[in-house]
Each structure stands twice: as structure tokens, then as C-alpha cells.
């Protein structure tokens, strides 16, 4: 990621993570918002509604009972034609997990922000990726940042890709609870309302069809005579799925254009292209892996991180790209699907280890605890000597479960 | 073909027409009416028919008999479907 200042108009801010979202939240001049509090969401949405009362931003906040009723909201004010944002966390993600498929399958663009925490029990604030992963079958563009720039970058971003005419699906941008919502890591280059105004015009509402009082007289997802017509709505998701990765590809080119900073898009490969053995992570952990990958570089062990930055569209393509060579794969997993191979980035990119490539997925910082990038280096260097010593090795999950200290 | 426009046509979308039904916007205009002729007199036109449960007096004036022990039995059927529909709509919080 290059970081040379093509336009001398952005200026630079010091905001939490939460803030830098609500931040682009205004650039885009989103119309409508509505969202119901939750930790550590909460900040995105006070910040929008402060932005409101002032007059910064013109849009309407619709304030609801409860997450269905948020996302069912700005679902239908995108469904009318409005750019729409809601956010949320954890527990009330899944409040709103029929809402998603709907408004995912309605085609309707929009944008959310999840920020990412525990599911309990037991209660817990704290962060973990399990909330974002478990909406990955629903159709929604699903992003992960890695530092509080990104997570406005990618916000920005997200409506242009979203309202895009060959992607027409909702873009949910994942940033980890507290680590970045809560953290402010100056400096943040924040692009001028001129320039944010030229590269994302307003929305066509007619794109890709209006609901409206005395408009034309249709009802969306009404009892199809055949269910076929079900099957060839999801064939047509599957596409736009598919033309969504060539999108974003595009959408962050022009972005770097416009602020200087260049993205993946769909994954970063961080000291990749001499790498033996290759660790695969996604969200603000990547960082403390990618110091754990320079400090075992200095060692001489020949390893690289694969960042992924979008779960949906997998980047299939780039993930088999960069393991073929691989000696070895390990991939770091926040979170965990019970019953399955354990962490579900694991289970998404074992499908993609060809049998002679050996293979660990590694789940930590479950529940939140902390991981350090001395506890990185060391759960890597022991699967390369692993490998070295005893060669091919296939680990489908290693539970890191530090020791309990009273 | 663009996203939107493969959205119309039965997929996502559909527009008003009529249905398996035919025309159906007018079947509330027309009267009940009592082919007394046909009738045996049996009642249960008055325990479902809205309309008059909400008039069974007329009924009654215009003709229909029942036995007291039979209009007790649909008294309380009635009181019981109108408890049930009171109780629907939300009882006390309507």
C-alpha cells in the first residue's frame, strides 16, 4: 500500500474507528440511516445522529425498536430509491438475519457496518469475527479491514461498489470491536466533500427498480408460479457475485486515483513473492502477524501473510494463486464453526490446499483474548519446523489456549 | 441483459394482473339473500354469515324458527366466535 498524497485537498484527522466510519458515512451523503444501539457499534450511529443535528449531513434518522427493524428500514428506503446505511454488532446482527437475505436477494444496494464482537454466552463485548462469517451465505459483499483507514476507505468505497449495476447487492463492511472501533490511530487522511462528490454521484434511484407512492404498481418477491424463478434469482446473485470481484478491482483503482492509496483488492500478499509457507488471516490481527512474519523473516524462516480483505466474493482466484508453490499454509481463524473443521477461514481455504501442501488452522483469540505477535511467531515457527522435521503435516484445527492466570 | 432488467418478469418482480380468481374487486357488492323455498331451517347461515350476526334479530323477524333448545347452543357458539375474533383483534389492547 503506497502512501504518497496525490491530492493535496484530503486533510488529516485523528478518529476512532467507529468515527472514521461515520466520517465516510457523510461524504457519501448517505440519505437515509437507522440503527439500534449496540456495543461496540454504537459510537457509528451517535456520531451520524450528532452529524445530523448540526446539519453537516442532511439525511433522515430513523430511530426503531430493534435491529430487524433497522435493517428492514434501510432496506426499504434503498428500496425506494434512497442511499441507505445501518450498523450493528454481534447479537444484533443475528436479530436481523432474515432481514439480510431478503434484502440481499431484493438486489436492493445499501450499506452496513459490523463491527465485530463475541456471541455469547457468556456475555461478552469483546472482539471476534464469528458475527460477520456467520452472514456469509446470505448474499451481502462481505469486507474485512485491517486498520481504522481502511475501515473508512472501505465504507467510502462500498456504496460505489454497491450501486454498482453489475453487483446490485448490499456491502457489509466488518472492523474489529474496540481494536479498531475504539482505537484512534493517527493520522487519517480524510478526502474533501468536492472531490468524494465528483468520484460518487448521487444514486440513480431508478437503479435497479423504485417502490414508491404512486409509482409504478410492483410488488418485489411475490409467490413465484414456478419455483424455478427462485433458482435463477440465486444463479443471478451467483453472477454478480462473480462480476463484483472485476467491480471492486476497478472501484479501488479509481480510488487510489483519487486519495493515493492502493488496495489488494480482494487480498494483500505481505512478503509473499519468495515465500516458502504461508499464513492467511483477515481484520487488525494481520498487522501483529505481519510483524510476527518480519521478525521470523530476520530468523530466515521463508514465510509471508496472505490478507484477506473481502470473504465475499471469496477470492478464490487469488488464494489457489498464491498457494501453489506453498511448502505450507497456516491460517489464524477468530472465530469457529462448531462441528465443521474448526475456524471457518480454515474450512473456506483447506478446500483450495492441494494434498502435498501442508496445512494448520490455528484458532485463537476466541472469546476475544489477545494475541501477541511473539504468540504469532511462535505458533508459526513451530508449524515450520514441524514441517521441516516430520514433512507433510495436515492439521485441520489447533485450539491456542493460553493459560488461565487468577 | 443488465441485473435490473432480469429482475422483472416473474423473477423478483411482478405487476398487478388478474388472477386464478378472475375479477375479484367486486365480490363484496353483492346481498346475501335467504331462499326460504330451500330452506330447512338449520341456522348455520346465521352462525357464519357476518352480516347477520350482526342482524340476527331481522332473521328472525323475517321468518326463520328455531327450537329455544338449538338457539341456546348457537348462542354460545356465537358468544364463543365473537370472544375469539375480540380476542384476535388483541382483547383489552385493541
Redesign the interface.
Known amino acids: 500500500m503506497s502512501r504518497q498524497i496525490s491530492l493535496a485537498r484530503q486533510v488529516r484527522k485523528v478518529l476512532v474507528g467507529d468515527h472514521a466510519v461515520a466520517e465516510a458515512v457523510k461524504l457519501a451523503r448517505v440519505n437515509v440511516v437507522s440503527a439500534y444501539p449496540i456495543t461496540p457499534q454504537t459510537l457509528i450511529v451517535e456520531r451520524i445522529s450528532e452529524m445530523i443535528e448540526k446539519g453537516e449531513l442532511k439525511a433522515d434518522y430513523v430511530r426503531v425498536e430493534s435491529e430487524f427493524a433497522a435493517l428492514a428500514t434501510v432496506y426499504g428506503a434503498a428500496a425506494g430509491g434512497a442511499r441507505a446505511f445501518t450498523a450493528t454488532s454481534s447479537h444484533g446482527l443475528f436479530y436481523m438475519y432474515e432481514m439480510l437475505w431478503w434484502a440481499a ?3 436492493v444496494p445499501f450499506v452496513m457496518a459490523v463491527v465485530t464482537r463475541v456471541v455469547g454466552p457468556p456475555w461478552n463485548i469483546h472482539d471476534e469475527h464469528t458475527d460477520l462469517l456467520a452472514i456469509r451465505d446470505s448474499g451481502w459483499i462481505i469486507g474485512m479491514a485491517q486498520n481504522v483507514q481502511e475501515a473508512f476507505d472501505m465504507t467510502l468505497t462500498a456504496f460505489k461498489i454497491s450501486e454498482d ?4 447487492l448490499p456491502v457489509a463492511v466488518g472492523l474489529d470491536g474496540f481494536i479498531l472501533s475504539h482505537t484512534a490511530e493517527p493520522p487519517l487522511d480524510v478526502p474533501s466533500q468536492e472531490d468524494v462528490d465528483a468520484w460518487l454521484p448521487p444514486r440513480n434511484p431508478r ?3 423504485t417502490i414508491e407512492p404512486g409509482g ?7 409467490l ?3 419455483d424455478v ?1 427462485h433458482a ?2 440465486k444463479k ?1 446473485m451467483d453472477e ?1 457475485m462473480e462480476s463484483a470481484k472485476k467491480v471492486i478491482a476497478e472501484v479501488y483503482d479509481e480510488y487510489a486515483k483519487l486519495t493515493g492509496r492502493r488496495y489488494g483488492p480482494l487480498t494483500e500478499c505481505y512478503r509473499c513473492s519468495d515465500a516458502k509457507y504461508l499464513a492467511i488471516s483477515m481484520g487488525a490481527w494481520s498487522g501483529d502477524i505481519m510483524n510476527a512474519v518480519d521478525r521470523l523473516r530476520d530468523e530466515g524462516y521463508p514465510i509471508g501473510l496472505l490478507r484477506i480483505r473481502y470473504v465475499r466474493p471469496f477470492p478464490e482466484e487469488d488464494v489457489t494463486g498464491w498457494i501453489n508453490g506453498m511448502k505450507g499454509v497456516i491460517v489464524f481463524d477468530r472465530d469457529y464453526s462448531a462441528g465443521m473443521g474448526g475456524g471457518v477461514l480454515a474450512s473456506e481455504v483447506s478446500g483450495f490446499v492441494p494434498s502435498n501442501v501442508s496445512f494448520e488452522g490455528v484458532l485463537a483469540g476466541i472469546g476475544g483474548f489477545d494475541v501477541s505477535s511473539d504468540e504469532f511467531k511462535a505458533i508459526m515457527k513451530e508449524f515450520i519446523d514441524k514441517v521441516e522435521r516430520e514433512g507433510q503435516v495436515r492439521i485441520r484445527k489447533y485450539w491456542y489456549i493460553p493459560k488461565i492466570e487468577r | 441483459m ?3 432488467e ?3 418478469g ?7 394482473a388478474e388472477g386464478a380468481g378472475g375479477r375479484t374487486g367486486t365480490w363484496r357488492v353483492y346481498r346475501p339473500v335467504i331462499n326460504y323455498s330451500k330452506c330447512t331451517k338449520c341456522g348455520i347461515c346465521w352462525l357464519y354469515c357476518l352480516r347477520m350476526l350482526l342482524s340476527g334479530l331481522r332473521i328472525r323477524t323475517s321468518g326463520l324458527t328455531m327450537t329455544i333448545a338449538r338457539a341456546v347452543e348457537y348462542a354460545r357458539m356465537f358468544a364463543l366466535l365473537r370472544l375469539l375474533t375480540w380476542l384476535r383483534r388483541g382483547g383489552w389492547c385493541e
Not at chain 1, 409504478?216 to 411475490?222: F, K, L, R
Not at chain 2, 416473474?10 to 398487478?16: D, E, I, M
Request: aromatic share 8%; proline share 8%.
Open positions: 436477494a431484493s438486489r449495476e453489475r453487483v446490485l437503479i435497479p427498480y409504478e404498481a410492483i410488488t418485489m418477491g411475490n413465484p408460479g414456478n424463478y435463477l434469482l443471478y454478480s | 443488465s441485473v435490473a432480469k429482475l422483472r416473474g423473477l423478483l418482480l411482478s405487476t398487478p
